[in-house]
């Protein structure tokens, strides 16, 4: 719904900017962040996204008014985000809703939507998580940095970049990526909590681990992932946790399609009931 109505919201936008610009020109003639906006809602509307970005990202970097930085990203975020073609949106949706149950269906269908509209975040995006969940993430680190090189303050693009990273191991790249920008408040810390929790555990730092396991069950008890490394936690301890395990389980076959949404910013959200079915077969003593 979002996306569907951000073109009404550029259209209203440039409409609006029209008429502030056009009182701001009476008292000066020098240019406002709102002609800056204005020229960048336009070169939108003339489907050249990556110009308008560029001009707006060039007076991110010289402004620091609060006011004027907040309405500057959120028309860098519309702007980078709007679909141009409805080919392209359909493709995009399909994809999205496919990548539960028919992850090479939801790559395919993401592939020809990035090839009708390459420089189309919300694509880019839900492409390197498919990308992720198919183990290829070095593509999938590619294409999102592709677009932070543009956007470089996108947090999603950050978190999907961190996520890329993770899954190659490259843990020193990771902490880079943590460290540019203020985690802990976050509307997306469970997730990040997640990739520190594999981090520490990857490090054996299994103190820090457990610290951040705790405050990933807190942030959000309901996420599946959260029964997933509390069980990786205990094995990696030599506990068995079989109540864990059967969570994960039995949440990610009983989800719905409205709870997967709530959590698809997680490339591997329910992608390991292979792994843990396996390891609790084993541990009840039954043949794999």
Partial sequence: MRLRMIRAVLATALSFSSVVVLAQSKMSRSETYKDIIEKAYNLSLQKDRQQALNILMSALQKESRPAAVAEIKKAVDEIAHIFFSDKAQQLYESGVSLRKNELPQSYD???????????????????????????????????????????????????????????????????????SFPVKKSPNMKYWLALEVEKNMSSKSMTKAQENLASLKKADEKYPEAFYWSWRFDMAQKRSNLEEAQKYVMTCKNISANQYRQYMIDPMLCRRIIEVEAEMKGANGRPE
């Fill in 109 to 179: 269908k993401l592939i020809e939507a990035s090839r009708i509209e390459p420089d189309n975040f919300a694509i880019a995006e839900e492409l390197a998580r498919v990308m992720i969940a198919r183990n290829d993430c070095k593509n999938a680190q590619e294409t999102v940095q592709k677009q932070l090189n543009t956007v470089k303050h996108d947090e999603d693009l950050k978190l999907t970049l961190a996520q890329s990273l993770a899954c190659q191991d490259k843990w020193a790249e990771y902490q880079k990526v943590f460290e």
